[in-house]
């Protein structure tokens, strides 16, 4: 077939099978610039309803989605494509820039104009035929995932840019959209996150199809030249090799685009990794004759709950519950009655006595309107982050997680993580702020920050105080038979005098 002067019914029906051929013919792609990899994912995406990519960085993933964007949009009319990624600045300046310019560089007039983050062609054909850009944050989250909804059509298209940092809310309301009709979801990115839902994509759960991009990939790499400008290749690979060696996290991510131990910049995600390696991240159900003391963050609308047993020598965390819908003491008590366990102490964040100290719903103070529903919280003190952070970090090296249960909790912990110091950072040597980013893993953080300093200082067990030696001025370390010990015997059990 010749290359088509117009998008008429019988060109559609070709390009529909080739994408790529749409790439070269209709859009702005080199034919000389198109490479295996390239190719392979955009008839993945032609051929399966979620493809997942896991890439290495400077290997043109965004400029392919941005292409395989239009080519869904405009050959199987009327179609919806939604794209998001974790920021503003991601969608508009990445994803959607290489939609912008694609489009204005095609060879064949495209219908629509985009403008930063949108490109409409319902207007002129009265159908639903448009494709749209959005982040979300964590207080329009809810409303986002609520919008997805709205977004079915004949045919859907969903991009996921830089994948590893959407919320789960946003892969849990596009499962929602794939039940019906022709659905595709391409989510790509770094794979910068050891654990959650990109992680799981990566790894085929879920009846994901998936493709490893990696700089070793590219033919700037392999032809040890630059056959297309701003691909990464030897040089690049050579420095990262360089500066953190072939066995590094960074150069998993970097160049071979593989699922890291841990994610960079994160608070604790070096010792989930430890953790799990050894064996503390698996089945660790609840003992059906221990107490759980329950640990909590509560916010206006995000809430996080840790469930903990402590069984002889094991801190077990044996439930997480995680709410961003804001629903309310009234909805957390009856959440606790539901499960099947005799409760210990509740603890709260030492907030419960601050900001936080009234109900929205009902103006009295929380702690108040939690002990009328029958849970009576006990406070931790007001401490540092940077004491919180210690504490948290301390504490995670002994605890056992019930994988199943906790599996959001968890995934929380290991991506929790210090804000980006863009003005400082390269793409080879990222520059972290102490500051956390605020998104949907802070809460279940801040909960389990809650049972670190309880833990540390005030936390009664069986009637002993247990904590860490030396955190509490003048402890006396007591002795007790295997038996009787209710921690783990790294950690004396402590009394105050």
Known sequence: MTKAKSLDAKSLAFYRKNPVRFFT?????????VWDKMEEVANSVRDNPKTAVSAGHGVSKTYSAGRIALWFLYCFPPATVITTAPTHKQVEELL???????????KVKLGGQPTATKLDLQKTTGTRWYALGFSTRPDTVTLEATAFQGYHNDHVLVIFDEAAGIMPQIWKATEHLMTAGHCRWLAIGNPTAPRGNFAEAI???????????SVLDTPNYKENREVISGVSGRAYEQNIRDKWGEDSNEYNIRILGKLPRYQEGTFFGREIAEIEKAGQ???YPPDPMAKVYTFWDIGHRHTAIWFVQFVRQEIRLVDFYYDDEGLGMPAYAVTLRDKPYIYGQ?????DLRGSNAKSIQTGKYLIDVASELGVDFHVVEQSTFDDGISAARDLIKLCRFHKTSCETGLTALSLYRQQLDATRSTEDKPVYLKEPVR???THPADAFRTLSMAYRYDLVVNDQRIGYPGAIPNATQLKYSEDEAPYDPLHKLVRRR
């Open 25 to 33: 013919d209709i859009l702005d792609v080199a034919p000389d610039h």
């Open 96 to 106: 959607w820039r290489e939609i912008r310019s694609a489009h204005a560089g095609a």
């Open 203 to 213: 790894n085929r759960e879920g009846g994901w199809s998936a493709t490893n991009i």
């Open 281 to 283: 991240i698996g089945w």
């Open 346 to 350: 509740h603890w709260g964040p030492w």
């Open 439 to 441: 998104d949907w893993t």
